[in-house]
């Protein structure tokens, strides 16, 4: 299982940005994926979940209005579009997949709000 994220960068605050996340190794349209992200000095905290047919979406409340989650099936990627980017968004940005009973997360990417 291969996770592969993408599109983070240095924002200014109410400003956006679209992550994507690739995955492989496994059948990507048969599984619920998250996205999670973890600030300097705190926990990693999920984000949003998006289910195998993007339709059930499910948010932070802190996010709710501001991001949108969705994935392209076909193109084996999940994606996160983030308005109104705030400094508390500031972070480095996971995709998850729970597969075979196995926790896998990529290698992060990372968001900068700064002014």
């Known amino acids: 299982v291969q996770l592969v994220e993408s599109g983070g960068a240095l924002v200014q605050p109410g400003g956006s940005l679209m992550l994507s996340c690739v995955g492989s190794g496994f059948r990507f349209s048969d599984y619920r994926l998250s996205w999670y992200r973890q600030a300097p000095g705190k926990d990693r905290e999920i984000v949003a979940t998006?289910?195998?047919?993007?339709?059930?979406?499910i948010y932070k409340d802190t996010v709710k209005g501001r991001f949108t989650i969705s994935r392209d099936n076909s193109k084996n990627t999940m994606y996160l579009q983030m308005n109104d980017l705030k400094f508390e968004d500031a972070g480095v940005y996971f995709c998850y997949v729970l597969y075979d009973y196995k926790n896998y997360y990529g290698q992060g990417t990372e968001v900068t709000v700064s002014s």
């Open positions: 998006i289910g195998d047919n993007g339709i059930s979406k």
